[in-house]
């Protein structure tokens, strides 16, 4: 299977507080990953090592890609900066900055792609529309729309889904599975919701204290054992209703004992 990332000893420090410590990960081409860990795992500053806007890039490479990261690698930051005086269009249309030379506009061309994106993730509506006026679930979709209209091959979202309901959860989640079929995309994605990383991700790589402890396919890494342990409480893989997988947390206190007659 191709590699479309490839993690080789990233270690990242802040002063005396080491974040990452000799990370190496292979993310297979094609495939949706999800990054999993306690909060201060590591998962965010692996994902910007990754894209390129913190430390530690420099041990981060794409052996199918060349060029800028920019021209073939969408970020998704965990909270994007929505300009309030922006329209959806305007804003889906910076995606092509990657691709534009010095003082370079945008064309007809660029143009195109941009409504492509806005229409693909049925924006259409939207378009005029500015970005202080979208719902959390319309917003993130122009999020994901700037995204695909960067033409980038490699997709990387922190925590897409944090701040929206359960409904515009599951509303984003389905939509990036969507792109990635259609599309051919490889997705990194840090993930806070096990649940949604084992029925949604095709793989996942488990950070704890700094350092990748699992690493494989979510069939086999989401199991109870591994992340009862790394998560630091017990945790229960089931198969839900609809025969998905579930993934929850057992009751960790006694139980109050109801009282006798």
């Given at each position: ?7 080789d ?9 080491t ?27 692996l994902?910007?090592?990754?894209v ?8 981060v490479?794409?052996?199918?890609h ?15 900066v929505l300009?309030?005086g ?8 910076l995606?092509?900055t990657?691709?534009?030379g010095?003082l ?9 792609r ?9 924006l ?18 122009a ?5 695909l ?8 979202l ?8 359960v ?12 792109l ?10 840090a993930?806070?919701d ?6 949604y ?13 699992a690493?494989?396919a979510?069939?086999?890494v989401?199991n109870s ?9 017990p ?16 009751h960790?206190r006694?139980r109050?004992?109801?009282p006798?007659?």
């Amino acid at each position: 299977m191709s590699e479309a990332i490839v993690i080789d000893r990233l270690s990242v420090t802040y002063g005396e507080v080491t974040v990452l410590s000799d990370v190496s990960a292979r993310v297979p081409a094609n495939q949706w990953t999800a990054l999993l860990g306690r909060n201060g795992a590591g998962k965010s500053t692996l994902i910007s090592a990754v894209v390129g806007v913190g430390p530690g890039g420099e041990s981060v490479s794409f052996p199918l890609h060349e060029g800028p990261r920019a021209t073939f690698c969408a970020y998704v930051p965990q909270n994007p900066v929505l300009p309030p005086g922006m329209t959806v269009a305007e804003y889906v249309l910076l995606g092509r900055t990657a691709h534009l030379g010095w003082l370079e506009s945008e064309g007809p061309d660029d143009r195109e792609r941009a409504s492509r994106a806005i229409c693909q993730l049925d924006l259409a509506p939207f378009a005029e529309r500015y970005l202080s006026d979208l719902s959390g679930g319309e917003a993130q979709r122009a999020v994901l729309a700037r995204a695909l209209c960067q033409d980038a091959q490699i997709l990387v979202l922190d925590e897409p889904t944090s701040s929206l309901d359960v409904g515009h959860q599951l509303e984003v989640l389905d939509l990036v599975k969507a792109l990635a079929l259609e599309e051919g995309l490889t997705v990194l994605s840090a993930v806070h919701d096990l649940t949604a990383a084992a029925r949604y991700a095709d793989a996942a790589l488990i950070l704890d204290g700094g350092r990748l402890v699992a690493s494989g396919a979510t069939s086999e890494v989401l199991n109870s054992e591994l992340l009862s342990r790394h998560f630091d409480t017990p945790l229960h893989r089931m198969v839900g209703p609809d025969g998905s997988p579930v993934i929850i947390p057992l009751h960790t206190r006694p139980r109050r004992k109801e009282p006798t007659a």
